[in-house]
């Protein structure tokens, strides 16, 4: 496999970019989870899938775009749909979960009249869809760095301010901080990882690698740094695997990467019960 890895760009690009996601989609994936927005995640991933279609449909309608990397407007599909979510979660301040049902349907709804317009499903969607090994570039590589810089960056900035908002709203509003503008970037951030992670786990699994592995680790954390280095540690043991199993099985990695995700969450939740048993019984 090593030997593999170094002989073929390609598989460099799957795990370089797979290594990175397993880092920061836990890392966000922490946040999300605390703030009980764990939907939004898939919300995002519809509207992703609507910027991917219709970016194929544009390829098939116009050869000069013929070239054109779907993952860029699927980023930008992305941000909008994540701008959208914060806008209605304003508008309906009493039912802000209506926001997240509203932009999945619309994403859903772009999604498919841009599939039936680029007369369905290709090999290419596909990949998008579920994930691929051999279908992350180099410049794919690049975007995912470039992402994860943003996001690095974003939480060293405002990892107090998140930290106070996800666990006391009102208290970060009376204390002067900038809750609504810190809302706004935390969305668009949310949008480019899943945008970003799309090539290695796919648009429709990705919100499980912002959850899954968060899910393990709040099984077995004392703290919220712990949640946030057991996070990490699942998300790129899942990685891992997941790629490994992907490549040698010639399966989705999308789909191995979260079976591996489930897989640890199912030992985590048993390891609690066992350990619980075993005090019990001394």
């Not at 990949?127 to 090994?133: D, I, T």
């Not at 429709?204 to 899910?215: G, K």
């Amino acid at each position: 496999m090593i030997e593999s890895i170094l002989r073929y760009e390609f598989l460099q690009n799957a795990f370089a970019s797979g290594l990175i996601i397993g880092v920061i989609a836990p890392l966000l994936g922490v946040f999300i989870v605390v703030r009980r927005l764990s939907l939004i995640a898939d919300a995002l991933s519809h509207v992703t899938l609507a910027g991917i279609a219709g970016s194929l449909y544009i390829s098939q309608s116009i050869g000069a775009l013929a070239l054109l990397n779907p993952l860029y407007l699927g980023i930008a599909a992305s941000v909008t749909g994540s701008l959208f979510i914060e806008r209605l979660r304003r508008l309906y301040k009493h039912y802000e979960e209506l926001a997240i049902p509203i932009i999945m349907s619309a994403g859903l709804g772009f999604g498919a009249i841009f599939i039936s317009l680029a007369e369905g499903f290709s090999s290419d969607l596909f990949s998008y869809l579920f994930g691929s090994v051999s279908a992350v570039s180099r410049q794919d590589l690049w975007i995912v760095v470039i992402i994860a810089v943003i996001v690095i960056l974003f939480l060293c900035i405002f990892f107090k301010e998140l930290f106070v908002l996800s666990f006391d709203e009102e208290y970060a509003k009376a204390s002067g901080l900038p809750a609504k503008w810190i809302h706004v970037l935390f969305m668009v951030v949310t949008a480019l990882v899943i945008a970003g992670s799309m090539r290695i786990v796919g648009i429709l699994l990705v919100s499980s690698l912002m959850t899954l592995p968060v899910a393990a680790a709040m099984r077995i954390s004392k703290s919220f740094k712990q949640a946030i280095f057991f996070s990490i540690t699942f998300g790129e043991l899942a990685v891992i695997i997941g790629l490994v199993s992907a490549f040698y099985l010639d399966l989705a990695p999308g789909g191995t990467i979260v079976v591996t995700s489930i897989i640890i969450l199912l030992l985590t939740i048993l390891s609690k019960k066992w350990t619980k048993k075993g005090v019990l019984s001394q």
